[in-house]
């Protein structure tokens, strides 16, 4: 009779523990079932499972590999926290950057004849015309609609501005003195047979060494690269969201980027007619931290507060340009 009840009781028991079995099966189900759905919410919200954290708008995320792994660790931004990698701002994280974009003017009949046109200036010859459709063309399919649209006042960037600017009939043309080509003082409008023809000792100067050497009357490169500084403050004050053009001339452009880019001296760049610069820049102080990252860290060289998007591009030009 002791054994059918210490029987009896075990039975009980093995009855209990298949109990508690069965409810921590049931809890795992539904463990699983949450994680279920929190990889659905991720996955539909940028295509892919991350993990990580974020203070105020920035944080690290975590690219898993094919076996679920971490892979790569990168600073991100909250909106594109959960896109696929790499890491594709959504319209509301485009939203939060100053898109500027810089033009060269189109071949101007000046040009064609290969004059040094500095501050003087011609229309556009009929293969600048074309070059100004083509970018035209390219930025309509491409590009955001501008919101502003600046322009050097010489003739050859004011015909490429009012092209590119036809799709949009609101937008009107703004005239900025400060986009103009540098002066070319005494060899102003000549080309260089005429100009080696006429100051034979200035040219050979200039010709034998690197070091600069300056043209009688012509503007001074420190001159250039200050007024490119003030032109470049007062377009980048432009708030974010809005799309920004620029038309301007290949030797001021130099300076003008470099000043964008935070350079401490002017590099040179070979730029095409109609050659498209773009860059995408945030408004925030250049010595405010970004929380969560290093103690010291600014924004000053956080890279994704300053993004080059295009650089020289000429791919709207048909081959025979």
């Known amino acids: 009779k002791g054994e059918g009840r210490r029987a009896k009781g075990e039975g009980r028991r093995g009855k209990g523990e298949r109990r508690r079995a069965k409810g921590e099966r049931g809890r795992a189900k539904g463990e699983g079932g949450k994680a279920k759905g929190e990889g659905r919410r991720g996955k539909g919200e940028g295509g892919s499972y991350a993990e990580g954290f974020s203070h105020a708008s920035w944080g690290y995320r975590v690219k898993r590999g094919l076996l679920g792994f971490p892979d790569v660790a990168y600073l991100a931004c909250r909106c594109c926290f959960l896109s696929p990698f790499p890491c594709r701002p959504s319209p509301k994280c485009e939203m939060r950057y100053l898109k500027l974009c810089l033009i060269r003017h189109a071949q101007s009949l000046g040009n064609a004849e290969a004059r040094m046109e500095g501050q003087s200036s011609t229309a556009l010859s009929p293969l600048g015309q074309q070059q100004a459709q083509q970018l035209a063309q390219y930025l309509a399919q491409h590009g955001a609609p501008p919101t502003h649209c600046y322009s050097s006042p010489l003739l050859r960037a004011r015909q490429t501005a009012e092209a590119l600017i036809a799709p949009y009939p609101g937008l009107s043309v703004s005239r900025l003195d400060s986009l103009?080509?540098?002066?070319?003082?005494?060899?102003?409008?000549?080309?260089?047979?005429?100009?080696?023809?006429?100051y034979p000792e200035l040219c050979r100067r200039l010709t034998s060494t690197l070091t600069y050497c300056p043209v009688p009357q012509a503007e001074t490169l420190t001159a250039a690269r200050q007024r490119a500084q003030h032109c470049a403050a007062y377009l980048t004050q432009h708030p974010p969201g809005n799309v920004v053009w620029v038309v301007s001339h290949g030797g001021f452009l130099q300076h003008l980027i470099a000043a964008?880019?935070?350079?401490?001296?002017?590099w040179q760049i070979s730029l095409s007619y109609t050659a498209l610069f773009e860059f995408w820049l945030v408004q925030a102080p250049p010595q405010t931290a970004v929380e969560g990252a290093v103690e010291g860290q600014t924004n000053r060289f956080n890279p994704?507060?300053?993004?080059?998007?295009?650089?020289?591009?000429?791919?709207?030009?048909v081959d025979d340009f």
Request: glycine residues 8%; charged residues 20%; proline residues 0%.
């Open 304 to 317: 994704e507060c300053w993004q080059v998007k295009q650089f020289n591009n000429t791919e709207h030009l």
């Open 180 to 198: 103009q080509e540098l002066h070319q003082g005494i060899f102003q409008g000549l080309t260089w047979a005429e100009a080696t023809a006429q």
């Open 260 to 266: 964008i880019l935070g350079c401490d001296r002017t």
